[in-house]
């Protein structure tokens, strides 16, 4: 197996540990190179519980479920495990 798909199956481990423990997970902005990583990866919106966005024209978002979009105040607010 490559390191690229050694590193796939990390991240999608990685995350699946973290939603099987109940801990909660949200994304920051919408980068172009995350959603590529996350859209390779087969990561959909079901291991995040909320996107946070300073504005609505920041990008594209994972499109693979609808889910919460927030400002980043619900970051410190909700406080996230991870983000």
Excluded at 40 to 62: H, K, R, W
Aim: hydrophobic share 35%; proline share 10%.
């Amino acid at each position: 197996m490559g390191r690229v798909e050694a590193d796939k199956r990390q991240i999608l481990s990685f995350l699946i540990d973290l939603k099987e423990q109940g801990l909660s997970v949200a994304g920051y902005g919408a980068p172009a190179k995350g959603n590529t990583l996350l859209n390779y990866c087969g990561v959909g919106c079901d291991f995040f519980d909320f996107t946070a966005i300073s504005t609505p024209q920041a990008g594209p978002l994972p499109a693979r479920q609808p889910h919460p979009i927030r400002s980043p105040e619900a970051i410190r607010e909700q406080q996230p495990t991870w983000w």
